[in-house]
C-alpha cells in the first residue's frame, strides 16, 4: 500500500502493532497538577497507572509542531498520508490537524475524524486499512468510507467507577455522586456524534454488570475482517482480567489495557470491547 497511515495517542495501538503496520505516531500530552506535562509516548502505559489513580491528571492536545512533524516524516517514505485522530467532540486535535493538513497539502493529506476513542479508533483505523489495500476505496474517497463507519466502529466499556468521568467534566458531580449512592454501573458507548453515552445502566454488583454487557456483545453482528479488541484497565482487578480474557477467547479478540490518554479521563478500572459491526 503506498499510503502511509498516522495516528494520535487517544488509540490503542501496541508498539509492536505500530512497527507491523508502518504507523506514524502523534501524542496527546499527560499533564500533571504543578504544570508540566509529558507526551503520551507508546512505550508509557501501566508506568503511569499509580499516577492516573489520583485523578489529578488531565490531557491536552498535541501541538501544530508535532503533528506537522509527524506527517511530513511519512511523506518522506509515502507520496499520500492518512491521519486518524481522536473524536473531534472530546479533543481539538481533528480540527488543529485539518489546519495542518491544508498547510501541507491536503492532495496529500487527509485528516479523518474516527468520532471513536481508545480501542475504537483501532477498530476504524484497521477497517480503512483493509479497504485500502483491498482496493475497493481510494485515497480521494477514503473520507466517504471512514464517515460510513461512524456507528459502525464501536466500542462498549463498564466503569466501576465514575469518578474520572466526574473529575474530567464527563458527567456532573451530582450525577456521579446518585450512581455511587445507587451503585448505578452505566455500560458506556461513544455514539456516531462522537460523544461518550450511556446504553444501558446496571444497578448492582459488577458481575451483574459485566454479564448485561456480554449480553450486548452477543447480540452485534461483528465483521470478520476486523479483529476485536477487549480493553480492560489495571491488570491487579482480577475480576476484570478474567472476564477480558474470557471475551477474548470467546470473540477471537486480543486484549489491550487503556492508555494513559483515555484513562486519565476514565480510570483504570473498567473493561469493554471494540468491533466494527456487519
Avoid at 476504524?124 to 473520507?143: Q, T, W
Avoid at 463498564?158 to 458531580?173: A, F, V
Avoid at 454501573?185 to 450511556?198: K, S, T
Avoid at 454488583?205 to 449480553?215: A, C, F, N, Q
Amino acid at each position: 500500500m503506498d499510503i502511509g497511515i498516522v495516528v494520535d495517542s487517544a488509540s490503542n495501538f501496541t508498539p509492536e502493532e505500530l512497527e507491523q503496520y508502518d504507523l506514524g505516531w502523534v501524542p496527546l500530552h499527560i499533564v500533571y497538577p504543578d504544570g508540566h506535562s509529558i507526551p503520551d509516548t507508546p512505550d508509557h502505559l501501566l508506568d503511569l497507572y499509580d499516577d492516573i489513580a489520583t485523578g489529578k491528571l488531565t490531557t491536552s492536545q498535541p501541538s501544530p509542531d508535532s503533528i506537522k512533524t509527524a506527517l511530513l516524516q511519512k511523506l518522506e517514505k509515502y507520496p499520500k498520508v492518512i491521519f486518524f485522530t481522536l473524536s473531534s467532540a472530546l479533543s481539538g486535535t481533528y480540527h488543529t490537524a485539518k489546519m495542518v493538513a491544508s498547510e501541507i497539502g491536503e492532495d496529500r493529506v487527509k485528516v479523518i475524524d474516527t468520532r471513536q476513542m481508545a480501542t475504537g479508533i483501532d477498530v476504524h483505523v484497521m477497517a480503512v486499512r483493509n479497504c485500502l489495500i483491498s482496493g475497493a476505496c481510494s485515497f480521494e474517497k477514503v473520507e466517504e468510507y471512514a464517515k460510513s463507519l461512524w456507528g459502525k466502529a464501536q466500542i462498549m466499556f463498564l466503569l466501576e467507577t465514575l469518578e474520572h468521568l466526574e473529575k474530567s467534566g464527563r458527567i456532573s458531580r451530582v450525577q456521579s455522586i446518585i450512581g455511587s449512592m445507587l451503585r448505578v454501573m452505566p455500560i458506556f458507548y461513544v455514539d456516531e456524534e462522537g460523544y461518550v453515552n450511556a446504553i444501558e445502566k446496571v444497578r448492582g454488583s459488577i458481575k451483574k454488570g459485566l454479564r448485561v454487557l456480554e449480553k450486548i456483545f452477543d447480540s452485534r453482528k461483528m465483521r470478520k475482517d476486523v479483529q476485536p479488541r477487549v480493553i480492560v484497565g489495571r491488570p491487579k482487578h482480577k475480576e476484570l482480567m478474567d472476564f477480558a480474557h474470557y471475551l477474548a477467547d470467546k470473540f477471537d479478540g486480543v486484549i489491550r489495557y487503556v492508555r494513559p490518554t483515555t484513562a486519565v479521563h476514565t480510570g483504570i478500572w473498567g473493561v469493554g470491547m471494540s468491533w466494527v459491526d456487519e
